[in-house]
């Protein structure tokens, strides 16, 4: 079951953006995969998890176009700006929702001694292309067979 959340100002996020030195457009799809590829990111875990993903954007000031968390992955289509790096938001969300998932659900701590496998898949998304990814990831539960967790909020994309 996927936990499935996409932006509600989507047609903003996907302009061009500006800042007082630079006009910019920075999406990234970006995937990382459980520990041994386990299915925790279930019901409440996989709701708490986007809860945190979505925290952890608004204080950090990135935008998440879209998001869905399925039992053994994550995708998040995440609008940056120039000095963001990729690497540093992965960071934040992986280190985030793995310390607070695990503190949160006993279940986490029992099975294996870190929540995220090692590393990550990124890719740019240009203008053309980041409406196709946006659908592609709000469709996870349709491309997996499932169905979407009632948690979520879509935009119709």
Request: aromatic fraction near 8%.
């Given at each position: 079951?996927?936990?499935v959340y996409v932006?509600?100002d989507?047609?903003?996020?996907v302009?061009e953006?500006k800042?007082t030195?630079a006009?910019?457009l920075?999406?990234?799809?970006?995937v990382f995969?459980t520990k041994r590829?386990?299915?925790?990111l279930?019901?409440?875990?996989?709701?708490?998890?986007?809860?945190l993903?979505l925290?952890?954007?608004?204080?950090r000031?990135?935008?998440?176009l879209a998001?869905?968390l399925?039992?053994?992955?994550?995708h998040?289509?995440?609008a940056?700006?120039p000095?963001?790096r990729?690497?540093?938001a992965?960071?934040?969300f992986k280190?985030?929702t793995a310390?607070?998932?695990?503190d949160k659900?006993?279940?986490?701590?029992?099975?294996?001694?870190s929540?995220?496998?090692e590393?990550?898949?990124?890719?740019?998304l240009g203008?053309?292309?980041v409406?196709?990814?946006?659908s592609y990831?709000s469709r996870?539960?349709?491309?997996?067979?499932?169905?979407r967790?009632?948690?979520?909020?879509?935009?119709?994309c």
């Amino acid at each position: 079951m996927a936990v499935v959340y996409v932006a509600e100002d989507i047609g903003a996020l996907v302009q061009e953006q500006k800042s007082t030195t630079a006009a910019f457009l920075l999406n990234y799809h970006v995937v990382f995969r459980t520990k041994r590829n386990r299915p925790v990111l279930e019901g409440e875990v996989g709701r708490e998890g986007l809860r945190l993903i979505l925290d952890v954007a608004e204080r950090r000031g990135y935008k998440i176009l879209a998001a869905a968390l399925m039992p053994d992955h994550v995708h998040l289509v995440i609008a940056l700006t120039p000095s963001d790096r990729v690497s540093d938001a992965v960071r934040y969300f992986k280190g985030t929702t793995a310390r607070f998932l695990r503190d949160k659900f006993q279940s986490l701590r029992d099975v294996d001694s870190s929540l995220w496998s090692e590393g990550y898949y990124v890719e740019s998304l240009g203008l053309k292309n980041v409406k196709q990814v946006l659908s592609y990831v709000s469709r996870q539960e349709e491309h997996h067979g499932g169905e979407r967790d009632a948690g979520e909020r879509d935009a119709g994309c």
